[in-house]
Structures are given as structure tokens and as C-alpha cells.
Nanobody
Framework: VQLQASGGGLVQAGESLRLSCAAS????????MRWYRQAPGKQRELVAV???????NYADSVKGRFTISRDNAENTVYLRMDSLKSEDTAVYYC??????????????WGQGTQVTVSS
């Protein structure tokens, strides 16, 4: 069981990106799915979360600009990032509670994807 993130890149301020994170393996359940980010020299921070029922919550710094969504059929979580700012530059990580075929819930992290916003 693993999480695989993709979609990062280099964009200019004001542009958009969409990150994806797919869970793979023998998965029988997924609870909350989250996106975190870590900028150079800073602590990792929670950006957005979506529950199994679809409820969402965002960090104040991204409210109104970022949208988290999930496709339960594809075991995938997305982060649509609009009106990007230079301060959004960071490595973005996905995170989720997954239940494997062993029926044990565990917390998993994706490998991180770099987002760089030039001003």
C-alpha cells in the first residue's frame, strides 16, 4: 500500500496547478485524505483535508484559492491550486489513513511533489 503524488512544477504567480495523489495496493478503506506542504526552513503545515464523507477544511492562507477533492472509485485525492503566490512554493505531501487487506488502519505519506511559484 502506498501513496503516489504527482502534478508539481514551476509556474508563475497567478497561474494554476493541480496535484494528484493516488493510493495503490490492497486497499479496503480510506478515511481522511490531506495535503501538507513544507517550505524551505519551515515546518510542515496542513493545507487541506477532506473526510470520507466529503467535508473539507483549509488553512487560512489558501482559503478561496485551493480546492481539495477526491475520487473514491480511483482512491485519489486532488488539490487544485489557483491564483498561486510565491509563498505557496513548497514541497507538497499527501497523507491518508488507509486500511489494507490486513484490516489494519495506518497513516501513510506520499513522497512529495515540488511546487515552485515565480513572482
Amino acid at each position: 500500500v502506498q501513496l503516489q503524488a504527482s502534478g508539481g512544477g514551476l509556474v508563475q504567480a497567478g497561474e494554476s496547478l493541480r496535484l494528484s495523489c493516488a493510493a495503490s495496493g490492497s486497499i479496503v478503506g480510506i478515511k481522511d485524505m490531506r495535503w501538507y506542504r513544507q517550505a524551505p526552513g519551515k515546518q510542515r503545515e496542513l493545507v487541506a483535508v477532506i473526510t470520507g464523507g466529503g467535508a473539507t477544511n483549509y488553512a487560512d492562507s489558501v482559503k478561496g484559492r485551493f480546492t481539495i477533492s477526491r475520487d473514491n472509485a480511483e482512491n485519489t485525492v486532488y488539490l487544485r491550486m489557483d491564483s498561486l503566490k510565491s509563498e505557496d512554493t513548497a514541497v507538497y505531501y499527501c497523507n491518508a489513513e488507509l486500511k489494507s487487506s490486513s484490516h489494519v488502519w495506518r497513516n501513510y505519506w506520499g513522497q512529495g511533489t515540488q511546487v515552485t511559484v515565480s513572482s
